[in-house]
């Protein structure tokens, strides 16, 4: 059974610092990895996803890496602003199925 | 483009009574999946619909049940509410059984409350 791990549960940075999130997931055999951006009491918001066969894939000031082989992937976070406090979740599909399996996310806080 | 749109955004009932939620895909995408977000349990899934049919459901009691209808739309029924039912209840899509996972889009949810 698929588990996901995020570190750390809840982080407090001040505005422009860079940061990085970490995830990860017990079995390797995934076909992508996706992360998501949650705003209090909203749905998520897709920010990045990446194939298996991708090491990085980068948006704007996100940029996100997967090592299948050790059950890792990083959201790097640069210059972050207020606006990026929110929870970001990533999440595997399970196996062969295809739901998601989520990790329990990291509250980011960016303080101005 | 329009996004994935659920309603009602807030559904307040009693224990025991049933509630009924909807969810509209992005256009063109076939697959539905729906996700409980309960307080301190995290994303957990419920369903999944494409093409009509249910191929595969997570550790929930059959009083979760739901259906596809012919335009992917989609309906998540929850009968003999309980406390324990109060939740965000999440709808995603995606573009369908291509044969490998696809990005999921959420919608906004709707926020269950069982008094």
């Known amino acids: 059974k698929q588990e996901v791990t995020q570190i750390p549960a809840a982080l407090s940075v001040p505005e422009g610092e860079n940061l990085v999130l970490n995830c990860s997931f017990t079995?390797?055999?995934?076909?992508?990895l996706q992360w998501f951006r949650q705003d209090p009491g909203k749905g998520l918001t897709s920010l990045l996803l990446i194939q298996s066969s991708q090491r990085e894939q980068t948006s704007g000031r996100l940029n996100a890496s997967l090592d299948k082989s050790s059950g890792r992937s990083t959201l790097y976070i640069a210059a972050s602003q207020p606006g990026d406090s929110a929870t970001y979740l990533c999440?595997?599909?399970?196996?062969?199925?295809?739901?998601?399996?989520f990790g329990s996310g990291t509250q980011l806080t960016v303080l101005p | 483009e329009a996004g994935v749109t659920q309603s009602p955004t807030h559904l307040i009932k009693t224990r025991g009574q049933q509630a009924t939620l909807r969810c509209s895909p992005i256009?063109?995408?076939?697959?539905v999946y729906w996700y409980q977000q309960a307080l301190g349990l995290g994303l957990q899934f419920l369903l999944w619909?494409?093409?009509?049919?249910?191929?595969n459901r997570g550790n929930f009691p059959p009083r979760f049940s739901g259906r596809q209808f012919p335009n992917y739309s989609s309906e998540l029924n929850v009968n003999a509410l309980e406390l324990e039912d109060s939740a965000l209840y999440l709808c995603?899509?995606?573009?369908?059984?291509?044969?490998?996972?696809?990005?999921?889009?959420f919608g906004p949810g709707t926020r269950l409350t069982v008094l």
């Open positions: 999440a595997v599909p399970s196996g062969s199925a295809r739901q998601l399996t």
């Open positions: 619909y494409d093409e009509g049919e249910e191929r």
């Open positions: 995603a899509s995606s573009p369908g059984r291509s044969g490998r996972a696809d990005t999921q889009y």
């Open positions: 256009s063109g995408h076939t697959s």
């Open positions: 079995d390797s055999a995934i076909y992508n």
